[in-house]
């Protein structure tokens, strides 16, 4: 799974692609793609490109300088020269008529960074979680650009779970750590902090709550951005090393 990235017009680092965004000028357009956000209710959506051979990201009202104000549309104005190829894996956010925002990351690449566009809805299908992992299934050292995850077999069949994440910063650089008891249900690891606050209580913000899942050959991790310093994100999709 390689993607073409010829001429990508928006490149950004995993955090300004999942972070939620204030009001502004490119806030305003509910036809802007801006990624994907956590919700506490509702787990990530994994989608690959079944499209042939490949298929372009189209615009946001916001590309073009703002001028792109007719688009996402099935026109040649809207579509860009970045796409992706048969079987990439992408995160899925909203939709807007026929199209799916989404974001994308090599799997190959060595630091977070994500395109993000919109879609034809019809060019993707969707990867379902695996619903009921065997433990083993869960354990292993898994690999994200940036940082990693290891799961490990803890007491009373919970399981230990450790991750580290990096992001360059100019001269400096963004850390997150992650060290967690949890227990799997229904299909999920979901857990706040170091686990011991229970997840289905309500967000009362600046804490670290982060949600797993087995989907395909992938470790699905996301995270609501506050697991770190600025910028600073597990979300991804992991492989084992």
Same mark, same amino acid.
């Given at each position: 799974?390689?993607?073409?990235?010829?001429?990508?017009?928006?490149?950004?680092?995993?955090?300004?692609?999942?972070?939620?965004?204030?009001?502004?000028?490119?806030?305003?357009? @509910?036809?802007?793609? !801006? +990624?994907?956000?956590?919700?506490?209710?509702?787990?990530? =959506?994994? $989608? %690959?490109?079944?499209?042939?051979?490949?298929?372009?990201?189209?615009?946001?009202?916001?590309?073009?300088?703002?001028?792109?104000?007719?688009?996402?549309?099935?026109?040649?104005?809207?579509?860009?020269?970045?796409?992706?190829?048969?079987?990439?894996?992408?995160?899925?956010?909203?939709?807007?008529?026929?199209?799916?925002?989404?974001?994308?990351?090599?799997?190959?690449?060595?630091?977070?960074?994500?395109?993000?566009?919109?879609?034809?809805?019809?060019?993707?299908?969707?990867?379902?979680?695996?619903?009921?992992?065997? @433990?083993?299934?869960? !354990? +292993?050292?898994?690999?994200?650009?940036?940082?990693?995850? =290891?799961? $490990? %077999?803890?007491?009373?069949?919970?399981?230990?779970?450790?991750?580290?994440?990096?992001?360059?910063?100019?001269?400096?650089?963004?850390?997150?750590?992650?060290?967690?008891?949890?227990?799997?249900?229904?299909?999920?690891?979901?857990?706040?902090?170091?686990?011991?606050?229970?997840?289905?209580?309500?967000?009362?913000?600046?804490?670290?709550?982060?949600?797993?899942?087995?989907?395909?050959?992938?470790?699905?991790?996301?995270?609501?951005?506050?697991?770190?310093?600025?910028?600073?994100?597990?979300?991804?999709?992991?492989?084992?090393?």
């Amino acid at each position: 799974m390689q993607v073409k990235l010829i001429g990508l017009a928006v490149i950004l680092n995993l955090g300004a692609a999942l972070a939620a965004v204030s009001a502004s000028a490119e806030t305003a357009n @509910p036809n802007d793609c !801006l +990624g994907v956000d956590w919700d506490d209710k509702r787990p990530l =959506t994994v $989608a %690959k490109v079944i499209a042939q051979p490949r298929v372009n990201l189209i615009k946001s009202p916001y590309d073009d300088d703002f001028k792109a104000t007719t688009c996402p549309a099935a026109t040649e104005a809207c579509r860009r020269t970045a796409y992706l190829v048969t079987n990439d894996p992408v995160l899925v956010g909203k939709t807007s008529g026929d199209f799916t925002c989404v974001i994308y990351q090599s799997p190959t690449a060595k630091k977070q960074i994500w395109a993000r566009g919109w879609l034809p809805s019809a060019a993707l299908g969707r990867v379902e979680p695996i619903t009921a992992p065997a @433990p083993s299934e869960w !354990l +292993g050292s898994w690999e994200h650009p940036g940082g990693g995850m =290891t799961i $490990a %077999k803890g007491e009373g069949g919970k399981l230990k779970i450790d991750g580290e994440q990096v992001v360059p910063a100019g001269r400096d650089f963004h850390n997150g750590a992650i060290e967690a008891i949890a227990t799997p249900k229904d299909g999920t690891i979901a857990f706040v902090n170091d686990g011991s606050t229970p997840f289905e209580r309500p967000n009362e913000g600046d804490e670290c709550r982060v949600r797993m899942q087995r989907i395909g050959p992938w470790l699905l991790v996301e995270d609501n951005n506050d697991c770190g310093g600025s910028g600073v994100t597990f979300t991804g999709l992991y492989h084992r090393k």
